[in-house]
């Protein structure tokens, strides 16, 4: 059973950085990436990251804020946050999928989950 465990998160002020980290239980997938939802919204897109990582993609909102980054060696991803924001706030979700494929960023595409990690960012 595939299993993907998040860990990092937390509660930052505005400017501040976090660094969520996702290990797989079993093996690399075609796609990798984060999602997040903020209460009241739908899951979105924040980056997704393809095997061996010659392949990123970003969400507008965090393009030069966020860097997302794999180790094939750990089968593990990360997602550094830098200068957060308010708006930033949400559960943070890994996410794979066997083929890399089409659209990174819509979560109907997503084959499998991790537990989510809460951000809260403060001002």
Known sequence: QVQLVESGGGSVQVGGSLRLSC??????????AWFRQAPGKER????????????THYADSVKGRFTISIDN??????LQMNN???????TYYCAARDRYGASWSNPADIDYWGQGAQVTVSS
């Open 23 to 32: 290990a797989a239980s079993d093996r690399s997938y075609g796609l990798m």
């Open 44 to 55: 979105e897109g924040v980056a997704g990251i393809s095997t061996g990582g010659l392949l």
């Open 73 to 78: 060696h750990k089968r593990a991803w990360y």
């Open 84 to 90: 957060l924001k308010p708006e930033d706030t949400a």
